[in-house]
């Protein structure tokens, strides 16, 4: 009953005329890919651009980050009334804007707050550091970042959540399919807790970390799993196709 989706975080990767090519690779034949959402985050500056050539497809738009407020001088920021005009979704909270960029669950709250006040569905990624889940600590460490990522959100129309384990990230050592499942069963049951079983059913939860086109059906047959956040994967066409196919063949 959920619908998957599959999500490429091109990252800081790409420069506009990059962009543009890699997406003119393959639009045609996402945008024909049914049963399946499919998104691409290209950086800020190629937003328009991507967002032009993908106009009337299937295809969907998402940018990588933005700041909570509106409008005000707040030099190099990009606000969600920005970003509202262009695109649909926003990644907020991913792993590399806590760590590099000191953003704290507090910040991650407030920028997942002014997502939803102008309508963009926020893509909210929670996941756990080496060391932490060797600790034996994951449980308590998602549980806390989902919680504090939804203070006062009492209306989870549009919200996406990704949990993408920090130590899977760009290592080439994605996690198993049942350990994702496992801890995104643990998100859901967390969201039942806080907003009802009926509501934590209908929130679509991805995995991210080294998702490839070779272990996509490991996650997707999971029955917690409802798509992935795919970082260096989504930056080759090719690669990037047969994941969405291979997810809209599984759960179409
Ligand atoms: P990789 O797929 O490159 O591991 O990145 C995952 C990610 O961070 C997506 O947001």
């Not at 939803?116 to 060391?131: F, S, T």
């Amino acid at each position: 009953m959920r619908v998957p989706m599959i999500a490429g975080n091109w990252k800081m990767n790409t420069t506009v005329s990059q962009a543009v090519a890699l997406v003119n690779e393959m639009r045609h034949e996402l945008n024909e890919i049914g049963n399946i959402d499919k998104v691409v985050c290209p950086p800020f500056i190629s937003l328009s651009a991507v967002g032009e050539l993908i106009k009337g497809s299937s295809i969907k738009l998402g940018a990588q980050d933005m700041y909570f407020e509106e409008r005000g001088a707040y030099t190099g920021e990009i606000s969600p009334l920005m970003l509202a005009e262009l695109c649909e979704l926003v990644i907020i909270g991913h792993s590399e804007r806590r760590q590099y960029f000191n953003e704290t669950g507090e910040i991650v709250n407030r920028k997942v707050l002014a997502a939803l006040r102008v309508g963009l569905k926020p893509i909210l990624c929670i996941g756990e550091r080496l060391d932490e889940n060797e600790a034996g600590r994951t449980a308590e460490v998602v549980t806390g970042q989902l919680r504090s990522s939804l203070v006062g959100i009492s209306d989870l129309n549009g919200l996406v959540i990704a949990y993408e384990p920090v130590w899977a990230i760009g290592t080439g050592k994605a996690a198993t399919g049942d350990w994702a499942n496992e801890t995104i069963g643990l998100i859901r049951r967390n969201l039942a807790e806080l907003y009802g079983k009926e509501i934590a059913q209908r929130v679509r939860i991805l995995y991210g970390g080294s998702v490839t086109a070779a272990n996509t059906s490991e996650f997707i047959s999971q029955s917690e799993i409802d798509g992935a956040l795919v970082g260096g994967a989504s930056l080759k066409s090719s690669e990037f196709l047969s994941i969405v196919k291979q997810t809209s063949e599984i759960r179409g």
